[in-house]
């Protein structure tokens, strides 16, 4: 009957980093202009090569402003209003995210939906101004683009990232068009509530489905539906994810662990 695929966007087939991180940066000044007093350049490189770092704990977007003032107010202790931040690692930010998030969330005053707007925004004047070094931010991972353009199997996005970044990024830089109604971007729910809407499709009976996600915590909370047994669930090594829980993933029998190589291969 064929297959249908339901892939994640950022660390799956797109490398964003470079470009969410500089993006926070420039949100950042917007929301906190004070913070940025007397900051050089060389501590925003810091910056942005320590979000290489901790981009792993990244479920949605505006998390990228979050961790760039937090790693500012571990630099600086003259303006730290969190009182995580004192002597506080990357490590123990991979480690500990989940409680510390709703932390400076509320020492910070911090709203999640006005966040998501602001960095939508910021990367939304990026573009308008200078789309070339937005998209150039960017890089798809080796041999996907082609894998995307030369699939057999039904092909969908499903992303935390909205979804009109998704499509700039396949058009401008993977030369790719996807149907709108084939990306399900941020807004469109979670994704367990998007793959259970992919499987009760009547054009979908049959077909056998796979779900490649770089998260972790995501396989994770697919595993606890029911509903959603059917899934064939594969974690991407290459994605945003530590050596500790790509061993976690090996250890859990619904999951496979699936190399580069292996999934361009799969996708034609």
Not at 41 to 68: A, C, K
Not at 88 to 102: Q, Y
Request: proline content about 3%; aromatic content about 8%; overall charge negative.
């Amino acid at each position: 009957m064929g297959d249908l695929y339901a892939l994640d966007f950022d660390g799956v087939l797109c490398d964003s980093c470079g470009e969410s991180s500089l993006s926070a940066v420039k949100a950042a000044k917007v929301r906190w202009p004070s913070l940025f007093n007397g900051v050089d350049s060389s501590l925003e490189d810091w910056i942005v090569d320590q979000m290489h770092v901790v981009r792993p704990v990244v479920e949605t977007g505006y998390e990228n402003l979050l961790l760039v003032r937090l790693l500012l107010e571990s630099r600086i202790p003259s303006i730290r209003k969190s009182s995580v931040a004192e002597g506080l690692t990357v490590e123990g930010i991979l480690e500990n995210w989940a409680k510390i998030k709703p932390i400076i969330m509320a020492e910070w005053d911090e709203d999640r939906d006005f966040l998501i707007d602001l960095f939508g925004k910021v990367r939304d004047e990026w573009m308008d101004n200078d789309l070339a070094t937005w998209i150039g931010a960017n890089r798809f991972y080796p041999g996907v683009p082609d894998a995307l353009k030369f699939a057999s199997s039904k092909l969908y996005i499903v992303t935390t990232k909205q979804s009109r970044f998704a499509d700039a990024l396949l058009r401008g830089l993977a030369g790719i068009t996807i149907p709108a109604e084939r990306i399900y971007g941020l807004g469109t729910g979670p994704k367990v509530k998007v793959l259970k809407q992919l499987q009760e499709m009547p054009e979908h009976q049959g077909l056998t489905i796979h779900f490649v996600e770089d998260r972790l915590t995501t396989l994770k909370n697919v595993i606890k539906e029911s509903e959603l047994d059917g899934w064939n669930l594969y974690l991407g090594d290459w994605g945003y994810n530590t050596q500790k829980e790509r061993e976690e993933a090996a250890s859990i029998s619904r999951i496979r662990i699936l190399a580069l190589s292996d999934f361009s291969n799969k996708l034609k």
